[in-house]
């Protein structure tokens, strides 16, 4: 994806100015490194009791070792979750007791080489989309009892890349082709956004989702090296965890719910009908079919079936 070229981007420290989060407990997936590890430190560092949901507990536990000495808070407690494994997402469910008040979807992988679950599934839509569905659904009583919740989804901006046919799946029932299913499933992040804070809001549930920007992290691993985001054009991982930070804690993001956000702020509706790899405000912006309410309910209703007997 084309590199930014902005360098005013607010920090985690500037959106969390003033923001006391003592007595509100968080759990971050893919938190064990990298813009999610930055994501629980800042939210750790402003009073949350907070929870790292990684597929490797040695490296969640070295992260919350770094949080801990870093923001001279208590340390982070460490959950196994593999968003590829039903089995593992019920059981991380299962095992969280009390209320939850931020519940931030970072983990994602992007581009693999083609794997698909034993349900079939592709793996960038199941890691990416359908493992944090279930894993929210699931989470819901946690969430309702909590009564000013926040859940925060992170997409991208691939997702302008990337429409959501949901009789077809792109990328699942059709030839796999990285870039494509990686869309599909950033794409699903906005639209489960949408619909999940059209039913939950009534519960006192804020559900929004974001484009964190472009950070060098693992993220990337599978990209030739010529796609990979060069130190000059990217943020930091301050920088790009202001955004999740953001509206996963601030008081101003409030009314953030069924929206898409970027640089912390409501992204505009994209208009431009070409997208050029050369030209970073060709991926700027929200997609309109990603914020189509219809496509969302479809695309729940398929989650939902999906992952019923998870």
């Known amino acids: 994806m084309p590199a930014s070229t902005s360098s005013a981007h607010p920090t985690t420290t500037d959106v969390l100015s003033g923001v006391d989060l003592t007595g509100r407990r968080a759990l971050v997936t893919g938190a064990s490194s990298g813009l999610g590890e930055e994501i629980a430190r800042a939210l750790t560092a402003a009073g949350a009791e907070t929870t790292l949901a990684v597929r490797d507990l040695a490296r969640g536990d070295a992260a919350a070792d770094r949080i801990a000495t870093s923001t001279g808070r208590g340390r982070p407690r460490v959950m196994e979750?593999?968003?590829?494994?039903?089995?593992?997402?019920?059981?991380?469910?299962a095992a969280w007791t009390g209320s939850l008040h931020i519940l931030v979807a970072n983990a994602g992988i992007m581009v693999p080489p083609e794997s698909r679950t034993a349900e079939?599934?592709?793996?960038?839509?199941?890691?990416?989309?359908?493992?944090?569905?279930?894993?929210?659904?699931?989470?819901?009583?946690?969430?309702?009892?909590?009564?000013?919740?926040?859940?925060?989804?992170?997409?991208?901006?691939?997702?302008?890349?990337?429409?959501?046919?949901?009789?077809?799946?792109?990328?699942q029932a059709e030839p796999y082709e990285p870039w494509s299913a990686y869309a599909v499933s950033k794409t699903a992040l906005i639209l489960f956004a949408v619909e999940a804070n059209r039913r939950?809001?009534?519960?006192?549930?804020?559900?929004?989702?974001?484009?964190?920007?472009?950070?060098?992290?693992?993220?990337?691993?599978?990209?030739?090296?010529?796609?990979?985001?060069?130190?000059?054009g990217a943020k930091?991982?301050?920088?790009?965890?202001?955004?999740?930070?953001?509206?996963?804690?601030?008081?101003?993001?409030?009314?953030?719910?069924?929206k898409y956000f970027e640089?912390?702020?409501?992204?505009?509706?994209?208009?431009?009908?070409?997208?050029?790899?050369?030209?970073?405000?060709?991926?700027?912006?929200?997609?309109?079919f990603a914020l189509d309410e219809d496509t969302a309910a479809k695309l729940w209703a398929l989650s939902e079936t999906a992952t019923e007997d998870w």
């Open 81 to 93: 979750l593999d968003l590829l494994s039903p089995a593992s997402i019920s059981r991380t469910a």
């Open 120 to 171: 079939g599934w592709e793996s960038q839509f199941m890691t990416n989309h359908l493992g944090h569905f279930a894993l929210a659904e699931r989470l819901l009583p946690a969430l309702t009892t909590a009564r000013d919740a926040r859940v925060v989804l992170a997409s991208s901006n691939a997702h302008l890349l990337g429409p959501v046919d949901v009789d077809a799946l792109a990328g």
């Open 200 to 232: 939950w809001s009534a519960r006192g549930i804020t559900v929004s989702a974001y484009n964190p920007g472009f950070i060098q992290t693992g993220l990337q691993k599978n990209l030739p090296a010529e796609m990979r985001v060069s130190t000059a």
């Open 236 to 258: 930091t991982l301050s920088e790009g965890a202001a955004t999740p930070v953001f509206l996963a804690a601030s008081p101003d993001a409030a009314s953030a719910g069924g």
């Open 263 to 288: 640089n912390v702020a409501e992204a505009p509706l994209a208009v431009d009908e070409v997208r050029d790899m050369s030209r970073p405000e060709t991926f700027r912006g929200v997609a309109p």
